[in-house]
């Protein structure tokens, strides 16, 4: 596993904040899931090889939760 640090703009509050980073646990290939509002950060962790899997799930699940809500890693 490795950790992953994303930055995480677009979100309104830290009540979204906290209703993204449950949903995001609920993807099976990444552990450590936690967002922080106030950082803007994402942090995660996951194996190389599942990681472009992975991204896809969370993109995914971003713009279902929250549309306007964009990563870019850091």
């Avoid at 906290?18 to 949903?23: A, I, P, V, Y």
């Avoid at 899931?33 to 599942?50: A, G, H, P, Q, Y």
């Amino acid at each position: 596993m490795k950790d992953y640090k994303f930055k995480i703009e677009g979100l309104d509050c830290a009540n979204c904040a906290n209703e993204l980073e449950e949903s995001l646990r609920k993807i099976d290939l990444i552990e450590n899931v936690s967002i922080s509002f106030m950082m803007e950060r994402l942090n995660f962790s996951c194996s190389e090889d599942n990681l472009n899997n992975a991204l896809k799930q969370i993109k995914k699940t971003i713009k279902r939760e929250e549309p306007d809500v964009t990563i870019e890693e850091v």
